[in-house]
């Protein structure tokens, strides 16, 4: 195990993948505070599907950026589903490109 988190690349991997699960956290966390209830989508499994994929999307991200310090590397990661929706909003309508 410790060879494992002796990696730079297995760091910089998994604070990329806590800065995008943070983000979510945090969201929970609002919904906890408000008396509205819980949404739905929190107890579909498909949603945390989808967001396991962009919680280990933040920790490739974070690994293709190269950061300077492992601060950085959860920046990107919390970064990631902004960047993902960012990418999709600018792609045209009918995949032409």
Same mark, same amino acid.
């Given at each position: 195990?410790?060879?494992?988190? &002796?990696?730079?690349?297995? *760091?910089?991997?998994?604070?990329?993948?806590?800065?995008?699960?943070?983000?979510?956290?945090?969201?929970?966390? *609002?919904?906890?505070?408000?008396? #509205?209830?819980?949404?739905? *989508?929190?107890?579909?499994?498909?949603?945390?599907? $989808? *967001?396991?994929?962009? &919680?280990?999307? =933040? =920790?490739?991200?974070?690994?293709?950026? #190269?950061? &300077?310090?492992?601060?950085?590397? $959860?920046?990107?990661?919390?970064?990631?589903?902004?960047?993902?929706?960012?990418?999709?909003?600018?792609?045209?309508?009918?995949?032409?490109?």
């Amino acid at each position: 195990m410790n060879d494992f988190l &002796a990696n730079p690349s297995t *760091r910089v991997f998994l604070c990329g993948v806590f800065g995008s699960v943070i983000v979510e956290a945090l969201k929970i966390l *609002r919904y906890y505070q408000k008396p #509205d209830g819980f949404p739905k *989508r929190y107890s579909k499994i498909g949603f945390w599907v $989808v *967001r396991t994929f962009i &919680a280990l999307a =933040g =920790g490739i991200f974070a690994m293709l950026y #190269d950061p &300077a310090n492992l601060l950085l590397a $959860v920046h990107v990661g919390a970064s990631t589903p902004l960047i993902i929706s960012t990418m999709g909003e600018t792609l045209p309508p009918n995949g032409d490109t």
